[in-house]
């Protein structure tokens, strides 16, 4: 099975005609399991499974994020009868991909398996209840937002050190919680250039920290304003800031792969970073480059 069909063969345990038909689902953690998926293949000791392991970590990860999706609902899409019933389902749905998760692996016999993605998963719901409650209280700095935020993404995945071998094992946790920082940082991009889904972002966590006194104030009285916000983020230049943190992040991604010392892993591995060379327009100057 190719990387590209892991999402495939995932949808088949989590399709359900209540859920496809009354609720939207979060993104496939495609990136973070294509690397996983990919650096099993090289483990002696996990490379037969990698397939049942890259199913169940992301029926894992989909649990998780579809709560995620119960817990930030605010405003009209968490009332009425017809939100109610979306909020229930996600609630349904993650339990559901969760027990499906540990259906697959108890079948299998991969016991310590469930044992260190139970683990995880306790850990990340921890690390959720202080990030949301330093949110709510201010008590947030851009920084730290980006750092709780990789960590929530690298949670499930970090448990796989355990399986690698040497090296591989030694890097495994800075590779995936670099490569999740970057996801969070192509995420944040993402929202400015869309300009919604503003409020709690990086941007307005940076303002809160770097910003004037005066802009302080207005962000925190008018944190619904999205005119506001789209003008303090142009003032502030967060989207640079942004793509500046994602060039140094990509970076120093590139730099742990290096260090994998396996020309042919860093080559099956750079699919995975393009997302991040093209946001930052490292690739085509990159190409220039080679052309010059």
């Known amino acids: ?31 973070r399991i294509s690397l996983l998926y990919t650096v099993l293949s090289y483990q002696p000791k ?28 605010t405003g009209a899409a968490a009332v009425g009868t017809q939100g109610m019933r979306t909020q229930q ?20 016999g991969q016991i310590e398996t469930i044992r260190r993605l139970s683990e995880a998963i306790c850990d990340i719901n921890r690390l ?17 937002y980006l750092d709780i935020g990789a960590e929530l993404r690298s949670g499930i995945f970090l448990s796989f050190a355990e399986m690698m071998n040497g090296l591989h094992a030694k890097l495994w946790p800075d590779i995936v919680s670099r490569f999740s920082r970057c996801e969070v940082l192509l995420q944040e991009i993402g929202r400015v250039e869309r300009t919604s889904a503003l409020a709690g972002s ?20 008018g944190k619904e304003d999205a005119g506001l916000l789209r003008t303090l983020l142009h003032k502030y230049d967060v989207a640079e800031k ?29 699919p995975l970073i393009e997302p991040f060379l093209t946001a930052t327009g490292q690739r085509r100057a990159t190409a220039l480059k080679e052309l010059g």
Do not use: C
Not at 56 to 67: E, P
Not at 207 to 221: H, K, P, T, W, Y
Not at 243 to 263: H, K, M
């Open 1 to 31: 099975m190719s990387r590209s069909r892991i999402d495939q063969m995932a949808s088949k345990y989590m399709s359900h005609d209540m859920i496809t038909l009354h609720t939207e689902l979060p993104e496939f953690p495609k990136g």
């Open 46 to 73: 996990a490379a037969s499974h990698k397939d049942l392991l890259s199913v169940a970590t992301s029926l894992v990860q989909m649990g998780l994020d579809t709560h995620d999706l119960v817990e930030n609902a």
């Open 89 to 108: 389902l996600r609630v349904l749905a993650g339990d559901y991909f969760s027990s499906r998760f540990y259906h697959l692996l108890s079948q299998a």
């Open 128 to 144: 959720k209840m202080s990030f949301y409650s330093k949110m709510k209280q201010r008590k947030m700095n851009a920084e730290e």
């Open 202 to 221: 990086w941007g307005v966590w940076h303002i809160l920290q770097e910003g004037s006194e005066e802009d302080r104030r207005l962000l925190a009285d």
């Open 242 to 270: 942004l793509g500046a943190l994602l060039r140094q992040s990509v970076s120093q991604l590139q730099a742990l792969i290096q260090r994998l010392q396996s020309d042919k892993l860093a080559k099956d591995l750079q």
